[in-house]
């Protein structure tokens, strides 16, 4: 059933506050699509989207672990960073999951020694890297910044001091 009876039967069957809650989430989703398209105009990326795993090729013996592919909001990300080191420049970043790399490419602004994706889906780490290499505004180039296609349990971390 549509239209208004459908939504008061909707209400009226999961109760009023799944029915909030439900909107809420839904309302965040949006927001954050329409956040994430404008950030990719802006740095002249596709980091915005979803990817189910069962589209893409998967490496490793995790992808019943894995999640659809999307990426981290610059909120988030942002959110985040207010934990990070004051000092990053003798530091690794290192984003497990990577995605299309949109956290690899915030990384960029805090100076950070080196940078490494971890995906284990081969087509977003082709987007990750396309993205790395087409960003523009967003911190320093010549980061070394690199795209790992590998099952997050295979990855051996490097010795130095990283935040993750």
């Known amino acids: 059933m549509n239209g ?3 939504i ?3 209400l009226r069957a999961r109760g009023l506050k799944k029915s909030l809650s439900f909107i809420l989430m839904h309302l965040h989703i949006q927001a954050s699509i329409v956040i994430g398209k404008r950030w990719d ?9 979803q990817i189910e795993l069962d589209q893409v090729h998967v490496v490793g013996p995790n992808m019943t672990e894995g999640h659809a592919i999307v990426s981290t909001s610059p909120i988030t990300f942002y959110y985040l960073s207010r934990y ?3 000092s990053c420049r003798d530091m690794t970043f290192v984003d497990i999951g ?3 790399g949109r956290a690899l490419l915030m990384a960029r602004r805090y100076g950070f020694r080196k940078i490494i994706g971890v995906d284990f889906a081969l087509e977003a780490c082709e987007l990750a890297r396309k993205n790395i290499a087409n960003c523009i505004g967003l911190g320093d180039r010549k980061i070394a910044t690199e795209v790992l296609n590998l099952d997050a349990g295979q990855f051996d971390f490097p010795s130095s001091d990283m935040v993750i």
């Open 41 to 49: 105009a802006r740095h002249c990326v596709t980091t915005c989207g």
């Open 98 to 100: 990577s995605r299309f």
């Open 4 to 6: 208004v009876t459908g």
């Open 84 to 86: 990070f080191p004051t």
């Open 8 to 10: 008061i039967n909707q």
